[in-house]
T-cell receptor
Framework: EDQVTQSPEALRLQEGESSSLNCSYT??????LFWYRQDPGKGPEFLFT???AGEEKEKERLKATLTKKESFLHITAPKPEDSATYLC??????????????FGKGTHLIIQP | DTEVTQTPKHLVMGMTNKKSLKCEQH?????MYWYKQKAKKPPELMFV???????INESVPSRFSPECPNSSLLNLHLHALQPEDSALYLC???????????????FGPGTRLTVT
């Protein structure tokens, strides 16, 4: 069974304190790994897609990396507005062509001023 | 523009009511999705439409009925729902499902559904 596990479940940081969020996956036929940010009561906001081990992508204070077993979302010098739930999702190759995303439970990040 | 719109924003309905949720995108995307999200849980896939045809139904009860009238619109018809169906219903779209680089899904703001 495909599994996506995110850790930690919750993380509280001081403004400017860098850290990393983890997404480990146990899937067969990974086609892509996606990172989203979700604010309370809103839809997920797309951040990154990673397709192959060794790939890295950056956007402002965020950097996503991918290995064969896990992905990290590094947050450098975070600001209070970075507070949100960060969701990791995988797309697997089911052979049928059309697939939805399987999400992890997310990491609830709080950045204190 | 990566906007997906959903209406209504909030919906309260009784267990005997019939209502519909609407989703619209004007990005030329050919795949559209419905997800259900309970409080403090991740989104769960319900349906996938590819080129206006239903391609995935994740064993969703028949009281939920999806419809894709055209490539820009997606509806979710609701009938005889249960209180446990109360959740945030999210619509998403992606450019295609056949080409990996075009698989990035963009979500709407959701419809907060309460079943009384």
């Amino acid at each position: 069974e495909d599994q996506v596990t995110q850790s930690p479940e919750a993380l509280r940081l001081q403004e400017g304190e860098s850290s990393s969020l983890n997404c480990s996956y146990t899937v067969s036929g990974l086609r892509g790994l996606f990172w989203y940010r979700q604010d309370p009561g809103k839809g997920p906001e797309f951040l990154f897609t990673l397709y192959s081990a060794g790939e890295e992508k950056e956007k402002e204070r965020l950097k996503a990396t991918l290995t064969k077993k896990e992905s990290f979302l590094h947050i450098t010098a975070p600001k209070p507005e970075d507070s949100a739930t960060y969701l990791c999702a995988v797309l697997v190759n089911s052979g049928g062509g059309a697939d939805g995303l399987t999400f992890g439970k997310g990491t609830h990040l709080i950045i204190q001023p | 523009d990566t906007e997906v719109t959903q209406t209504p924003k909030h919906l309260v309905m009784g267990m005997t009511n019939k209502k519909s949720l609407k989703c619209e995108q004007h990005m030329g995307h050919r795949a559209m999705y419905w997800y259900k999200q309970k409080a403090k849980k991740p989104p769960e896939l319900m349906f996938v439409y590819s080129y206006e045809k239903l391609s995935i139904n994740e064993s969703v009860p028949s009281r939920f009925s999806p419809e894709c009238p055209n490539s820009s619109l997606l509806n979710l018809h609701l009938h005889a729902l249960q209180p446990e169906d109360s959740a945030l219903y999210l619509c998403a779209s992606s450019q295609d499902v056949q080409v990996l680089w075009a698989y990035e899904q963009y979500f709407g703001p959701g419809t907060r559904l309460t079943v009384t």
